[in-house]
């Protein structure tokens, strides 16, 4: 045995979850090696080598605590002294009552945090294949872009068969390209700011253009491997969601209700909003705009939306596959592979969905690691948290026969023992929550900083 190897816990990938992990290690006083591939070896979806690079959204959905299970995950994981929420609050950009942030100030801060952290090592390459066998604690937060030769050595010791979903990118515009003669400022019923989206209005004969331009449009061809890979409904392709009806797009991500067109004192057939990208204001994402249009054709097609006539664009939409494990068949209740213990699994590798609950498994496993280091093990947090909740429900709560992605939402909670008027549960839920999480943290919370 050696006592300096075994005391290590090697984290791999460099995304929110494992960088969560490792700094979680890091403030339980356990040293952690990073392993991060980029910019040895790139992915098909990031642009840069920073840790922690969002390459979707750049919005952690509801910052609401007291009605939302994402906000609630958000505050939860703030008391556990999360770097990815502390680097989040710092880098904020106005977004209603969602969490959006500077997607660069973001990463930087992230990687700045993590660099300086004694207890962490960064090791840029890739781990190709199963972690070797003296490494005793490893974490694989590798996300949904795994490595080929990883995801192949996985498959291997699970004797599982990789389930696969693709995950779309929405486009981005820069602000001065954005006519704002037609398109306006203003959130949905004027939520937190009031103006935090711009709004492009569409009537009925441009929205029924428009969705007949999607279905038509040239699609990115899928390689034979691909084909019968599933989307995640979370996430799906504008285009596949237009294919389910005419007016599905106008009850989603194009829906008119709560704004009111300035020009005209109306509300819209439909409606194209944007949200701020960055701290400076210059970028705008097209909201639920996730697509697998060629490039060409998103230019085409997109500037055919009022107010996007000249829009230039920064990045364009894309599509990438994204691999995930049958969790609630291969992972222990510490998030551990039973058929190889020394392997924890975190992010979205586990069947979480989004960021924050990709970054939320990682802050367990991380706490998990720590605690068989230092021999004092760790009980899961209440389910009735939202960290419990949604650890139970990739270890267990979901049937493994039709295991499929997942956001935290309050349906994974335990229901409440009193019954009260509909209103009033979520902020009951919520109040329940944070007492036990403070429970299980001892009546401490650990500071980011």
């Known amino acids: 045995m050696n006592a300096l190897t075994d005391s290590v816990v090697h984290v791999i990938g460099g995304g929110l979850a494992g960088c969560e992990a490792a700094w979680q290690l890091a403030r339980m006083g356990v040293r952690s090696v990073l392993h991060e591939m980029r910019p040895v070896r790139g992915t098909e979806a990031h642009v840069t080598s920073q840790l922690a690079e969002l390459v979707c959204s750049n919005s952690f959905r509801s910052d609401d605590a007291q009605g939302n299970a994402v906000g609630l995950l958000h505050e939860e994981m703030r008391r556990c002294g999360s770097i990815i929420m502390h680097a989040a609050d710092a880098n904020r950009v106005p977004a209603g009552g969602a969490l959006a942030v500077d ?139 237009a294919a389910r009806g005419i007016d599905t797009l106008r009850f989603g991500p194009m829906k008119p209700v709560g704004l009111t067109d300035p020009r005209t004192g109306k509300r819209a057939h439909a409606v194209v909003q944007l949200r701020q990208d960055n701290a400076l204001g210059t970028l705008w994402n097209i909201v639920g705009f996730q697509t697998k249009l060629k490039h060409g054709e998103q230019k085409r097609i997109f500037r055919s939306i009022p107010g996007l006539e000249g ?55 991380g706490r998990f690691a720590a605690g068989d280091i230092l021999g004092a093990a760790l009980a899961p947090p209440p389910p009735t948290t939202a960290l419990g909740a949604l650890l139970s429900h990739i270890t267990g709560g979901a049937d493994a026969e039709t295991y499929q992605p997942m956001n935290v939402n309050f349906g994974l909670f335990p229901p409440l023992e009193t019954r009260m008027k509909k209103r009033e549960r979520k902020p009951a839920m919520s109040k329940r929550a944070l007492a036990d999480l403070d429970n299980w943290l001892g009546k401490r919370s650990v500071a980011a900083e």
């Open 103 to 241: 997607r660069e100030g973001y990463a930087s801060a992230v990687e700045e945090a993590i660099e300086a952290e004694k207890l962490i090592t960064l090791e840029r390459g890739e781990v190709a294949g199963l972690p070797p066998a003296d490494w005793k604690n490893v974490i694989i937060a590798t996300g949904p872009l795994t490595s080929t030769a990883l995801a192949e050595a996985i498959l291997e010791v699970t004797g599982e068969g990789a389930l696969a979903f693709f995950d779309a990118i929405a486009p981005i515009v820069h602000r001065d390209s954005i006519d704002t003669d037609i398109a306006w400022f203003q959130s949905r019923y004027d939520k937190g700011e009031g103006k935090d989206y711009i709004n492009c209005p569409l009537d009925e004969a441009q929205y029924n253009g428009f969705i007949e331009a999607l279905m038509t449009g040239e699609k990115t061809s899928f390689k034979d491997w691909e084909e019968n890979t599933p989307y995640f409904e979370g996430c799906l392709p504008i285009e596949v969601t």
């Open 311 to 365: 829009a230039e664009f920064a990045r364009l939409g894309g599509l990438h596959r994204n691999t995930f494990i049958n969790a609630p068949r291969l992972l222990d209740t510490e998030l551990r592979l039973e058929a190889e213990p020394r392997l924890r699994f975190a992010g979205q590798i586990t069947g979480v969905e989004g960021y924050i609950e990709s970054a939320a498994i990682g802050l367990l496993a």
